[in-house]
């Protein structure tokens, strides 16, 4: 089964700052998706960024870009420029290409980012 | 229209009690799914419907009933739930199958408490 583990219950950033929040998963498929979900206080839960397995590149969205180490099976989240609008819960979360699992997406426990004005 | 819209917003409900919650998209998505969440933890997976056909059940209760009579719409029926089961119970959509790296549009949720 795959797991996929955030080891920063609570992170922190000063406005304006860098942060880079930690993902690493566990799977034996050679195929997948990795995402990245933000989940704001009391509001909808929304995509961030994706990452398909078979690109090497990183995925960038404007101030929000991965870091994605396929053999360390890592997937770090990094956050330029924070805005306080990005305070929220942001969850990892991983889809795999198999047909037994197809559809289904793992959720890691997730972080909380808190941005000090 | 880019939303997946959930009502009720809020639910409370008794143990003998039978309701309802309800999804709707309009976004031509094939993939529809029914998550739980407790405060401050991830969302569960419950069920995935694929082309209107439950493709997953996480072996979920019977006392929880998916139903999806369009692709547009997706039903949650509860039936003598316990207070264990009260959490956000969130619905997403995605387009195409669900075995697509396509992303999950989330609905706002629905509260449900179970006294």
């Known amino acids: 089964a795959q797991t996929v583990t955030q080891s920063q219950p609570e992170m922190s950033v000063q406005e304006a700052e860098t942060v880079t929040l930690s993902c690493t998963y566990d799977t034996s498929e050679s195929d997948y998706y990795l995402f990245w979900y933000k989940q704001p206080p009391s509001r909808q839960m929304i995509l961030v960024i994706r990452q398909e397995a078979y690109k090497q590149q990183n995925a960038t969205e404007n101030r929000f870009s991965v870091n994605f180490q396929k053999a360390a099976k890592s997937f770090s989240l990094k956050i330029s420029d924070s805005q306080l609008g990005d305070a929220a819960m942001y969850f990892c979360a991983y889809k795999g290409r198999g047909h037994t699992n197809a559809g289904k997406s793992t959720f890691g426990d997730g972080t909380t980012l808190t941005v000090k004005p | 229209d880019t939303e997946v819209t959930q009502t009720p917003k809020h639910l409370v409900m008794g143990m003998t009690n039978k309701k309802s919650l309800k999804c709707e998209q309009h976004?031509?998505?094939?993939?529809m799914y029914w998550y739980k969440q407790k405060a401050k933890k991830p969302p569960e997976l419950m069920f995935v419907y694929s082309y209107e056909k439950l493709s997953i059940n996480e072996s979920v209760p019977s006392r929880f009933s998916p139903e999806c009579p369009n692709s547009s719409l997706l039903n949650l029926h509860l039936h003598a739930l316990q207070p264990e089961d009260s959490a956000l119970y969130l619905c997403?959509?995605?387009?195409?199958?669900?075995?697509?790296?396509?992303?999950?549009?989330f609905g706002p949720g629905t509260r449900l408490t179970v006294l």
């Open positions: 976004m031509g998505h094939r993939a």
């Open positions: 997403a959509s995605s387009l195409g199958s669900a075995r697509k790296n396509n992303e999950q549009f």
